[in-house]
Each structure stands twice: as C-alpha cells, then as structure tokens.
Nanobody
Framework: QVQLVESGGGLVQAGGSLRLSCAASGRTFSSYAMGWFRQAPGKEREFVAAIRWSGGSTYYADSVKGRFTISRDNAKNTVYLQMNSLKPEDTAVYYC??????????????????WGQGTQVTVSS
C-alpha cells in the first residue's frame, strides 16, 4: 500500500510559479511510475505530467509543455511538479498518482493504482 500526500498549492497571480510536492509512503516508491493530474470544477480529471521510476523519461500534456517540469527524488520518496508561467486556466485541484506497473498509458487515469487527496491551485488574472 502506498499513501500519497500533496502539498504546495495556493493562490498565485498569472505569470507566477508554484512547486507542488507529493510525498509517498512505502519502500517500493522508487519502482513506481508517478503522475500528476488536475481537475477543474465541472470538468474531468486530466493528465498533466508523468515520470518513470528512474526519472529518465518524462511526459507532458501539450497544454503545460515548456511551462511545467516533473521530477522525483527517490531517496526522499517525493515527486515534484514545478509550474512556471501559470495561467488562469491552470486553476484546478492537482493530484499525484502512483502506477505500480509502470505501463504504457501514463496519460490515463485508469493506469494508476494510488491517488493523493489533491491540492488546490488557483491562478488569478
């Protein structure tokens, strides 16, 4: 079992930056692929970014490519999402997720086995 706890959300003006963290429990964290998703009010949860267990491969939604960076520190059991040049449309609850299998569909919510409770990010215009 893996427990995920997100932090780092908040209110920021457009053009600003935030760094989200996701702390994971469990000794097998380093073997999991990790992802970040977000959900705005009235919308479905959508893929933001993902990273494989080694950190050697990362993936991004087109809407955040060039602005967001996902990274991980396996020694600290933590995955990060650095968000720069934030826009009002980035406003959402952000969730981290863990995938035991490290499969091919890291953009899909169905790929992941564990989810955090989410952290709110609000970008004002």
């Amino acid at each position: 079992q893996v427990q995920l706890v997100e932090s780092g959300g908040g209110l920021v003006q457009a053009g600003g930056s935030l760094r989200l963290s996701c702390a994971a429990s469990g000794r097998t964290f380093s073997s999991y692929a990790m992802g970040w998703f977000r959900q705005a009010p009235g919308k479905e949860r959508e893929f933001v970014a993902a990273i494989r267990w080694s950190g050697g491969s990362t993936y991004y939604a087109d809407s955040v490519k060039g602005r967001f960076t996902i990274s991980r520190d396996n020694a600290k059991n933590t995955v990060y999402l650095q968000m720069n040049s934030l826009k009002p449309e980035d406003t959402a609850v952000y969730y981290c997720a863990a995938d035991r299998a490290g499969g091919s569909y890291l953009w899909s919510v169905n790929e992941y086995d564990y989810w955090g409770q989410g952290t709110q990010v609000t970008v004002s215009s």
